[in-house]
């Protein structure tokens, strides 16, 4: 008996009766019969083509391959199988790909069959697009309770409602604010120090939110955790800077996520609810920090630092004061953005506030200090390493608070930068030097834009400020050597 093949089979299913040795398909389902060397016979609009007992028939369709003599049930195929508990436990896994048998009594239910697994699908057409959707694994359900699933799946089909569109539209309504905040980190362009302060605000001030979904935040909690965060900081600052901070990192997540996560067309959040503290006018009055070490506390500043057993912090300190470089600045100072040859360092654009690479001559004093730390650096990286995992400096408040309370002055590391700035300005240097000294954008300064001041220019400046500096700690110019050591 020659091999039988049936090529081009219409979508939709011939009627099929097998027995052990004769197959009938519908005429008419049958675009090409090839090579068939058996007597055929016709027969009104069925043509039966009798084959052996033991040849397969395989049905060449994109939908299903089904093994008709070597089914289940001892040869008695119908149309299609029926999804029974013996049929789905005995159904057998094709050599690679699937399989998908289709259940004769209900017209869209099947069950996929791979080598790893049994799964009963759903298949119908909503709204001229055909949709697959899986109910679950054979160790979930039975052929019964799969079928039961199916028909009210099928039923809501029917109505014009589509499982896969349901099923997207159910994940972006719930999207959270976790997955909305790790999307904005790695869309957004960010500043390493701004990435860093949001991971570290957000589950702080708003921990317990994180898993929420972005829609289920409301204008009554935004305004009740705005009022809870008002709270004494560890600095000693009432906090009413750092609950506006929460909720400005808030808005623009919210923000974003009205951009970039939409249901038929229209954004999840049509109005940002962070916009009750304006709308209430609850955001807290925000003045700007004026506090600096004063000139006459400057020699118990000195005095207090140079006796830090800890040199790098001490260093840092001092570097600090006759820079004005910010905090993340100055611990982020890489041997290689030292030039001892001109005298300079380097703050790179990717850490500077502004975005803006910002060069600083050195002075006498600031020399000294770098090289001795050069001397000594071995392998580190970074001109201030840190202790553990971190590569630089990182977390020394507690060497700061006791600097402060023995020189009986309260400081943070941003006064150290105000104090710059102010020692700097009653030497009567120009406005231009002064932003220059602070790298400030300038950027509603359209004259300042034009104005291009190199390092040389600040380097008479920069000299004057440390001497100055030395003049009010009271540090002789024989004692320099043994501050900067």
Not at 281 to 302: G, I
Not at 457 to 465: A, F, G, S, V, W
């Amino acid at each position: 008996m020659c091999h039988l093949q049936i090529i081009r089979l219409l979508y939709k299913k011939p009627v099929l009766t097998a027995g052990a040795g004769f197959l009938v398909l519908r005429h008419d389902c049958v675009s090409d019969l090839v090579h068939v060397s058996t007597s055929t016979q016709r027969r009104a609009n069925a043509l039966i083509i009798m084959l052996s007992a033991s040849k397969i028939f395989r049905e060449l369709s994109t939908y299903c391959l089904h093994d008709f003599t070597n089914h289940p049930k001892n040869f008695k195929a119908r149309e299609m199988p029926k999804l029974t508990k013996y049929f789905v436990a005995n159904a057998k896994p094709p050599d690679k790909g699937q399989i998908i048998y289709r259940d004769s009594a209900l017209l869209g239910l099947g069950l996929r069959v791979t080598r790893g697994s049994r799964s009963y699908i759903v298949e119908a057409r909503v709204n001229g697009v055909l949709r697959r959707i899986t109910l679950g694994k054979d160790t979930q359900l039975t052929p019964t309770e799969a079928r039961k699933k199916a028909q009210k799946l099928l039923a809501s089909m029917a109505g014009g409602k589509d499982p896969t569109l349901e099923k997207s539209r159910r994940k972006i309504r719930g999207v959270t604010l976790i997955e909305v905040l790790e999307r904005y980190l790695a869309v957004r362009k960010l500043r390493a120090n701004t990435i860093r302060t949001y991971r570290y605000i957000l589950p702080r001030c708003l921990g317990d939110w994180l898993d929420l979904p972005v829609v289920a935040i409301t204008r009554e909690m935004i305004e009740q955790r705005h009022m809870e965060l008002r709270r004494t900081t560890k600095q000693g600052t009432s906090g009413e800077a750092q609950a506006n901070t929460v909720m400005h990192i808030l808005s623009a997540l919210l923000n974003f996520a009205a951009a970039n996560y939409e249901i038929d067309g229209k954004p999840i959040i049509l109005v940002n609810p962070v916009k009750r503290l304006s709308n209430n006018r609850r955001w807290y009055p925000e003045h700007r920090r004026q506090s600096v070490v004063p000139d006459h506390k400057l020699p118990d500043w000195f005095a207090a630092v140079i006796s830090l057993r800890h040199q790098t912090v001490k260093d840092y300190l001092l570097l600090l004061l006759l820079t004005g470089l910010r905090r993340n600045e100055a611990a982020t100072l890489r041997w290689a953005d030292i030039d001892f040859e001109s005298k300079a360092l380097t703050v790179r654009s990717e850490i500077a506030k502004n975005g803006n690479e910002h060069r600083l001559p050195l002075s006498d004093y600031l020399e000294v200090l770098l090289q001795r730390r050069y001397e000594a650096k071995g392998d580190a990286l970074y001109v201030f390493p840190g202790r553990g995992n971190s590569p630089h400096l990182v977390d020394s408040d507690h060497v700061i608070e006791g600097v402060a309370i023995k020189a009986a002055c309260p400081f943070t590391p941003h006064d150290l930068r105000r104090t710059f700035l102010t020692v700097a300005e009653r030497l009567a240097l120009s406005y231009v030097v002064l932003k220059k000294l602070a790298n400030h954008s300038g950027r509603n300064d359209t004259t300042f834009g034009y104005i291009v001041v190199d390092v040389e220019r600040l380097r008479e400046p920069m000299q004057k400020i440390t001497d100055e500096f030395l003049r009010l700690g009271k540090v002789k110019t024989e004692d320099q050597d043994k501050f900067a050591k």
